[in-house]
């Protein structure tokens, strides 16, 4: 009796329960990686850092991933041990980097790094904070991660056959209000306690509500496991070397995992750096300007599920991320003409930008559940996170680096908490074109995967409903 159709699974409000569990504590996850973003300047300048350090630390998210290959084990650790053991673990793990992150900020670690190889000045005084805080969010990136994919197979097992995209496009939109509320308090918050690790103590607090709801999610999902045994229905295959091999040999899958480290790499480091280009193009103060960029993943958190219900019931999933990536490309190249500079302008751009960080992420995760069988799902995205990692870890070096080296146009004094300090003005012309220019490459590999699609017939512009 294989066939006999598992109860829970075919209950919408478990599986709208599921889903509200598991988004929870994604939204909680979401918010430290973009908490510093609107303390950058009072990063800078209470810690000395420079642009070239905060890109460091910023880029330190993708440091173990990349190097140690963590997302690979997660994937491996996931498609063997379950969303349940996972899911705990990688909380855990983000409990960890966390409390380094929140050690290194708060002013806990002095002095300087200078590391040279050979002739070559790698680290040229930099300031140990940076590279401690930028450890922990090595750490925290590494449970960060293993989180995400442990979540979207989550959702891919209790949704498949059903609205898929709308879920995982929740789940994403769960997401961006962490990052809403990451760009919405931190200011207020440092202007409260003057301390600039407040948001990182906040981001522990939520981690630890986060674990106590996934517990919950755990729970429900260890009945769908015993209804479908005793229903006689397999539990998903373990995970094996050789699926490694099989998922790379896929070219779909590199289209949709380059797309995305070139989508994503315009867009999540264009974050880190968004206040303080608000600040320097806008003049607009510190306050405020965080609140800009914080309409981006508002918009998003509205529109994805919207965008992934369209692509459950008619499709079209390949030319929604050729759409998304257009508009990714035209507005970065809007915000890098200089004369462009009246905030209404900023507002209207960063509102564009969530439209396009909608439409991508609500056709591109569904998208690898079509090409990918679901035994191996957890390794496909461990897989595209990888790669995506890449971009996330160095993508914001280049940047902190090009403001340093290329942009800075002056320094202006202004007093903060009652002392006078010096900062430096940017300008972010070629910041912004260098974001245009991940998004041109995106367009091009949006439409090799379309092609490649027709060729294949994986049905990517098909609807994922099955009625
Ligand atoms: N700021 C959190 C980074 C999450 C990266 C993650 N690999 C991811 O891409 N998640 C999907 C998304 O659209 O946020």
Not at 219 to 229: C, H, M
Not at 312 to 319: E, F, I, L, W, Y
Request: proline share 4%; net charge positive.
């Amino acid at each position: 009796m294989a066939e006999k159709i598992s109860s829970l699974r075919e209950s919408k409000s478990a599986r709208w329960v599921v889903l509200i569990l598991v988004s929870f504590t994604m939204m909680c996850m979401y918010y430290l990686p973009d908490a510093m973003a609107p303390l950058q300047q009072n990063l800078q300048s209470k810690l000395h850092w420079s642009a070239t350090d905060y890109g460091l630390f910023t880029s330190g998210y993708g440091w173990f991933n990349v190097f140690l290959l963590m997302m690979v084990f997660s994937g491996m650790i996931l498609d063997k041990l379950g969303t349940r053991f996972t899911g705990v673990l990688a909380i855990g793990i983000m409990l960890a980097g966390a409390g380094i992150k929140y050690w290194a900020i708060a002013g806990h670690v002095d002095g300087t790094y200078e590391l040279t190889i050979g002739s070559w000045q790698v680290l040229g005084l930099t300031p140990k904070s940076a590279v401690v805080a930028g450890l922990g969010f090595a750490l925290f990136g590494v449970g960060s991660e293993m989180f995400g994919i442990a979540a979207n197979k989550a959702v891919v097992r209790w949704f498949r056959g059903k609205e898929m995209a709308l879920a995982i496009g929740l789940n994403t939109s769960t997401g961006r209000i962490g990052t809403a509320l990451a760009m919405f308090t931190p200011q207020p918050l440092y202007n409260l306690t003057k301390d600039v690790s407040a948001p990182v103590l906040l981001s522990i607090v939520l981690l630890c509500l986060g674990l106590l709801v996934y517990l919950f999610f755990n729970v429900i999902d260890k009945r769908l496991d015993k209804e479908e045994s005793d229903a006689g229905i397999a539990s998903d295959e373990e995970f094996k070397f050789s699926d490694i091999a099989d998922i790379a040999r896929n070219r779909a899958f590199w289209y949709i995992s380059i797309l995305c480290v070139l989508f994503y790499s315009a867009v999540f480091p264009f974050i880190k750096f968004a206040t303080n280009l608000i600040v320097q193009k806008f003049s607009v103060t510190d306050t405020f300007a965080g609140y800009i960029p914080a309409l981006l993943p508002f918009s998003a958190l509205l529109l994805t599920p919207l965008f992934g219900g369209i692509s459950d019931k008619k499709g079209k999933g390949a030319s929604i991320m050729i759409l998304g990536s257009i508009l990714l490309v035209c507005v970065h190249l809007l915000f890098a003409i200089p004369s462009l500079n009246s905030f209404p302008i900023a507002i209207g751009l960063v509102v564009v930008l969530g439209i396009a960080f909608s439409l991508v992420p609500s056709a591109m995760w569904p998208a690898i559940a079509k090409i990918i069988p679901e035994s191996k799902l957890g390794t496909a995205y461990a897989m595209t996170f990888w790669v995506q990692n890449w971009g996330l870890m160095l993508v914001p070096l280049l940047i902190g680096w090009v403001l340093d080296k290329y942009c800075i146009i002056g320094t202006i004094t202004r007093v903060i908490d009652g002392k006078q300090e010096q900062l430096t003005q940017y300008n972010y012309t070629i910041p912004m074109l260098i974001f245009a220019c991940f998004g041109v490459l995106a367009i091009g590999f949006a439409y090799l995967l379309k092609a490649e699609d027709k060729k294949k017939g994986y049905g990517l512009e098909q609807p994922n409903v099955i009625e």
